[in-house]
């Protein structure tokens, strides 16, 4: 059967991770990377990756099944989102959670307009830990649900770290409390505060002249970002930064824990440890977009999340594969 036709618009991590991803999936084809960059200045991982202008994409309508949109939430997916799903099939990977809502009508619109598919707020949070919520809430109803995140770096709040002045490069990483995980997996149900699910540790090169316990000071105390927990600030070299932080590990924990018929406990997890965020988030945007190509087939137009999307539409494999294989 003829591959689906995949573009990618922006070349950042997820870009990257993206490119990866088509070459694990047989039934997936690269047609190239759509940049807003000089096209000439943009190195691709594989040489043979063809890189062409965001302003062409207009005309490429006929060459690409899906277009995945790997752009920033912040900025660019609120604009290319609705305007590129007037014109293509589209995945992205929205993750500023209080926003899905608006993104979703934004895009719902011109896609349903142009008898297009999008499928938004995929990758891992939002994307597998979401299903795996509702999952666990449908099938507990008497339950709470948890998600720990960590040990992962989290871009947020690295940027967050960076913009102290004083602060010449750093990372943060999210860690999850050992004990209030253990807590949970018990079936006791507890009552966690922001403080007990997760502590922050920040790794910091100083800038020349620097005072470091101000830095400190400045960054335990931000609030949103770090007031609210227990915060470590380590002080490193630039080469130490280079060398030891550079790698993009994530993961985290969806936990249902619940009550049925006469109060046995109940406790469902679902866990990721993740060496590379994006090139995960990635594998999960490439399944998405077969899944996408599908429900258009199937003239299922306008936006959805991963909670339209039935499982099998996410493999390759047929109905009947996944029957005799995987049931
Ligand atoms: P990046 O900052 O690496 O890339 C974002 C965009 O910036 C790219 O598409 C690219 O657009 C542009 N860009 C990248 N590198 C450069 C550069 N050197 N100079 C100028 N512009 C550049 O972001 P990520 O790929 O790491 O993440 C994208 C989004 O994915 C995040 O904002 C996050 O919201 C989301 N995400 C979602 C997850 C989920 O589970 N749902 C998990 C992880 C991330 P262009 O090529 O057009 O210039």
């Not at 995980?181 to 002249?209: W, Y």
Request: net charge negative.
């Amino acid at each position: 059967s003829t591959p689906i036709r995949i573009g990618i618009a922006g070349y950042g991590n997820l870009g990257r991770g993206v490119e990866a991803a088509i070459a694990h999936n047989d039934d997936l084809e690269l047609v190239g990377v759509f940049t807003r960059r000089e096209p000439a200045s943009v190195q691709t991982l594989r040489p043979e990756t063809p890189v062409f202008a965001h302003d062409d994409l207009a005309a490429r309508t006929a060459d690409i099944d899906v277009l995945i949109l790997c752009g920033g939430s912040k900025n660019d997916l609120p604009e290319q989102s609705p305007e590129l799903a007037a014109l293509f099939n589209i995945v992205d990977s929205f993750d500023t959670h209080a926003r899905i809502p608006a993104h979703f009508a934004a895009v719902d619109a011109p896609a349903r307009a142009a008898g297009k598919t999008a499928l938004i707020s995929s990758g891992w949070d939002p994307g597998m830990f979401s299903i795996n919520r509702v999952y666990g809430e449908a099938l507990l109803p008497d339950g709470d649900t948890y998600t720990f995140w960590g040990r992962g770096l989290s871009q947020g709040h690295s940027d967050a770290v960076r913009r102290v002045p004083g602060v010449a490069g750093g990372v943060q990483y999210t860690i999850p409390n050992e004990q209030a995980i253990a807590a949970v997996r018990s079936g006791s149900r507890p009552t966690l505060s922001t403080r007990e699910k997760h502590t922050r540790d920040c790794f910091v090169v100083l800038a020349e002249g620097a005072d470091a316990a101000a830095v400190r000071e400045a960054i335990v105390t931000m609030p949103d970002y770090f007031a609210d927990y227990d915060t470590t600030v380590t002080f490193i070299s630039a080469d130490e930064l280079a060398q030891d932080h550079a790698a993009m590990p994530h993961g985290g924990f969806v936990i249902r824990s619940g009550n049925t018929g006469e109060g046995n406990s109940q406790v469902i997890e679902y866990s990721l440890t993740l060496e590379s965020n994006p090139e995960f988030t990635a594998s999960v945007l490439v399944a998405s977009a077969r899944a996408v190509h599908r429900l258009n087939q199937r003239g299922q137009v306008g936006a959805h999340t991963v909670f339209d999307v039935a499982p099998g539409l996410f493999s390759p494999k047929s109905a009947a594969e996944l029957r005799a294989e995987l049931l």
